[in-house]
């Protein structure tokens, strides 16, 4: 398996500025002539966020990850492309419009996220809790045990949890918003700290 190409060079000294210079304009003429030839499957960039830099990677069928710093990045990018193509290229411009939804969130201008998903990382029951996920409300939170009933499996309350675990798309599909029935935190791929993070500012507004 040959990955294409992986993301931008390795930091240079300042001496080499008009290297880097360079290189930047042949990996911005690679990610043209890669879209252009449909040759670029997965694009990636990443955002910083008050919870830390975020990784987020587009299909041209939509949204397919987002990834948590301590998920490591270069980790993430590889199951990409074992999973779904090993043509992964950091393309910031196919993740315009999610980068800007997500500054929009954590700015608390913005309440739901309307990028086109590519649900491809998920299936079976985990994908019926995650889309139930993406219906819970701004602001609004639910049990583990309510998200396994109202996907018609009362008894997978850890099936839920798995698949809140696992979930390809937090923040954008916010799985976030399910706590445990005693309203303690429960678990969160992010880190408890970022689900405080999401749940405060959303309480805020």
């Known amino acids: 398996m040959t990955t294409i190409f992986e993301g931008a060079p390795p930091a240079l000294q300042p001496d ?24 670029l499957d997965v694009a990636y960039r990443t955002v910083d966020t008050p919870i830390g830099a975020l990784l987020l990677a587009a299909t041209p069928a939509g949204l397919v990850r987002l990834a948590f710093e301590r998920e490591d990045f270069d ?11 090993p043509r992964v290229l950091e393309s910031p411009g196919r993740l315009d419009a999610a980068a800007r939804q997500v500054d929009e969130y954590f700015a608390g201008t913005r ?35 309510q998200v396994a009933a109202a996907t018609g499996s009362p008894r997978a309350v850890r099936a839920v949890g798995t698949a809140c675990a696992t ?4 923040i954008v599909v916010p799985c976030h918003r399910v706590l445990r029935s005693d309203g303690s935190l429960g678990g969160y791929l992010g880190g408890l700290d970022a689900k405080r993070v999401l749940l405060g500012l959303e309480a805020a507004a």
């Open 16 to 39: 080499h500025l008009e290297e880097a210079a360079a290189l930047s304009r042949l990996h911005e003429r690679l990610e043209t002539d890669a879209a252009a030839s449909e040759l």
């Open 75 to 85: 980790t993430v990018l590889e199951a990409l492309a074992a999973r779904v193509s």
């Open 111 to 145: 309440r739901a996220f309307d990028v086109p998903l590519d649900w491809r990382l998920t299936k079976g029951f985990r994908r019926a809790v995650l889309e139930h996920l993406a219906g819970i409300g701004y602001g609004a939170t639910e049990s583990y045990t």
């Open 167 to 170: 979930n390809p798309l937090p």
